[in-house]
């Protein structure tokens, strides 16, 4: 089954985002491979393509999992959680229906 996996980030966490992101894109990128990976990518914090400066507010994931706990232990390995980046992180099921 499909699960969201939607992130928001701590205030003044972009360093640490881009310090991190190479482990995070790994790890999406293996999601990929095993054709497992729907859509994944940042929310940017203004109305922007590349936020510059004003960095990230969080992230959305949406991947294929056994089940609800195989979805959150995915979520909580994370290493934006693991570099304290997302403040909140809520994972659940997602009905993929349209395209």
């Known amino acids: 089954m499909w699960y969201a996996i939607y992130a ?5 966490s972009l360093d640490a ?4 992101r ?13 054709g497992r990976l729907l859509l994944a990518g940042p929310f940017p ?3 922007s393509e590349d936020p510059g400066p004003a960095g990230f507010a969080g992230s959305l994931i949406v991947a ?27 994972v659940r ?4 229906t349209l395209p």
């Open 8 to 12: 928001l980030d701590r205030p003044g």
């Open 45 to 47: 914090a203004i109305d």
């Open 93 to 96: 099921p997602f009905r993929k």
């Open 64 to 90: 294929e999992f056994d089940d609800l706990a195989a979805a959150r232990a995915w979520a909580d390995a994370d290493p934006f959680v693991a570099a304290g980046i997302y403040r909140d992180v809520a």
């Open 17 to 20: 985002r881009l310090a991190a």
């Open 22 to 34: 190479p482990a995070h894109l790994a790890r999406l990128n293996e999601l990929h491979d095993a």
